[in-house]
């Protein structure tokens, strides 16, 4: 029987695989890249606010020896338009992946250009709410960026899942189609996420078919275990690889690769990462996301699962109820931040123009008397 009609093979992801391949559809989604454009748009408003409110300070601002550096103004002209660029360029991008077009985003670019304005023209509270909310955005833009660079090996999944694991509690179901194949240096003939053929600790990629930026858009070399990274996996085993840093440190210690280890890096980790990794080139499989259909729960991402720490609430402007309680403040007025409770009414500050908006602030400890 089985002679006549021989089993077809089958091609089954490791746990640490599936959980590569969730994380690159996640990140690649249509879905995904469309929440970026409010959370820059929401960075805009908050930006505009501020300039708003600071720039009838700017003429005390203008240093003889500095000119206008520190001031308002000068934020406004150099560092504002790269909000908006981003934000032109986040819009581009969602409407191009109706042609299978993908690419990187413009967060690099945006956080580089903000680097380099100067917000002391700003308080400190307001500059270090701005800031903090920026680099929320920025993470969220580079997790993109990271799937598009194809630039993620083991560990930096790894690191990855540490800190969104909570969103895959479930993790999706996927088929390996062995019978779709695609081949580094050339675009795949689907796309998706590709796995190596044959090479089970080679790091999944996502590829495409449509245009873009032009040597993105095609598949890669295999990021892969060298000599040492395979001595680390065997000492200290898969589970324990990275997030043993006492492990890691003595592997170091004891490893005959130990004359290699010289760099002073703080985290043993890092120092196992950077020697640990190599590229070949290879041919893969497709890896399809089976929608609406999921296996059973990932263990080491329940305990993580939405719901186990607080999420920071959206922006509120004057007149709406506050949705949680807590401490808020508002750009709009320096010193302004207070507590409100669940369903408080946001008040509008005398003076401001418009809608007042009310921001959660980094800061939800009571102050001291």
């Known amino acids: ?3 006549l009609y021989p089993m077809t093979p089958t091609y089954h992801l490791s746990l640490w695989q599936k959980r590569q391949a969730a994380m690159l ?41 500095w000119g206008v550096r520190d001031t308002a103004a000068n934020w406004s002209t150099g560092g504002f338009p790269a909000l908006i660029a981003y934000r032109q360029s986040t819009m581009w991008h969602m409407a191009k992946r109706a042609d299978q077009c993908y690419g990187i985003t413009g967060t690099n670019q945006c956080a580089h250009m903000l680097g380099e304005f100067s917000m002391q023209w700003a308080t400190a509270e307001q500059e270090k709410a701005f800031r903090e909310r920026a680099n929320e955005v920025f993470s969220y833009g580079f997790k993109i960026d990271g799937v598009m660079e194809r630039g993620w090996n083991d560990v930096i999944f790894w690191v990855i ?29 689907r796309t998706g996420v590709y796995v190596s053929q044959d090479d089970p600790l080679g790091a999944l990629q996502f590829a495409w078919t449509g245009g873009g930026e ?45 004359g290699v280890f010289k760099e002073s890096y703080f985290y043993a980790r890092t120092r196992v990462q950077v020697h640990s990794f190599t590229e070949c080139p290879c041919k893969w499989y497709f890896v399809e996301l089976l929608e609406g259909e999921f296996e059973d729960s990932d263990p080491d991402a329940m305990a993580d699962a939405p719901g186990s720490e607080p999420q920071h609430p959206p922006r509120k402007a004057s007149g709406e109820p506050c949705p949680h309680a807590g401490w808020w403040f508002s750009p709009a007025r320096e010193g302004s931040r207070q507590y409100f409770r669940d369903g408080a009414i946001f008040p509008k500050l005398e003076g401001d123009y418009g809608y007042t908006f009310w921001l959660w602030s980094p800061d939800q400890s009571r102050p001291t008397l």
Request: aromatic share 10%; with cysteine.
């Open 214 to 258: 032009g040597m993105w858009k095609t598949l890669k070399e295999c990021k892969t275990f060298n000599d040492i990274g395979l001595d680390a996996l065997k000492t200290l085993g898969r589970a324990g690889l990275w997030g043993d840093e006492n492990g890691l440190a003595r592997f170091i210690e004891q490893s005959p690769y130990k």
């Open 161 to 189: 899942w540490q800190q969104v694991k909570g969103h895959f509690a479930r993790l999706p179901k996927f088929k390996v189609h062995m019978d779709i194949e695609g081949k580094t240096g050339e675009v795949p003939p």
């Open 25 to 65: 559809y996640y990140y690649s989604s249509q879905s995904y890249l469309d929440a970026l454009l409010p959370k820059i748009e929401e960075l805009i408003v908050m930006a505009e606010m501020l300039l708003e409110r600071r720039s009838i300070l700017d003429p005390l601002m203008v240093s003889e020896r």
């Open 1 to 3: 029987m089985n002679a």
